[in-house]
């Protein structure tokens, strides 16, 4: 196993603090959640760095359980990440290059919201808006878990956490209030920097 460097959670933007719709404690609560899966993807890779691979067919049922694992965690690290760096903005309707996208591939941002909320009610943990790099478009995609229905060369440009740890506190069930709340909450910029950075065409 090659070696790794451990990593640290981001600092939380103060910014998240004061979320319209979404309380403090939810943040703080979520953000903690997130500081585990740093840690969690820290130490199952200073686990897996310490096999001996030489006696594979001893291990391999532990090598499948941390790799699992493993994909779970590394999957809530870039998840939660994305999701906290693109909150704190004013939210409305989107602007740019990503209201480019929209127009162009839903028709409308009414069409775009309408289906990446209906995604977000149907999951059990996420829904993210992607640009898919081999059809050059984007699409609304479902995801049960962090590691589940990966889209191979697809760049994620909005990530909503539906996941109950993401709205119980402030709306218990009611997980379409805590979705508009989260459209609310959008910052434009960031995603239209993603979109810069990552050279997508517009």
Known sequence: MPTFE??????????????????RASVEAHYRLYQGYVAKRNEILGAL???DLEKANQVYSEVRALKVDLTF???G????????????GQGGDPDGPFRVLVDRDFGSVEAWRADLRATAIAARGW???AYDRDERRLFNYLGDAQNTFPVWNATPLVALDVYEHAYFLDYQTDRASYV???FENLDWDVVN???ASYSIPS
């Open 6 to 23: 451990e990593i640290s959670a981001r600092p939380l933007d103060p910014r998240l603090l004061q979320l319209e719709g979404i309380s």
């Open 49 to 51: 760095g310490g096999m």
């Open 73 to 75: 965690a590394v999957g």
């Open 77 to 88: 690290v870039k998840n939660h990440e994305l999701y906290f760096a693109h909150l704190g």
């Open 127 to 129: 829904a993210w808006t």
């Open 180 to 182: 508009d709340a989260f």
């Open 193 to 195: 920097g993603w979109i």
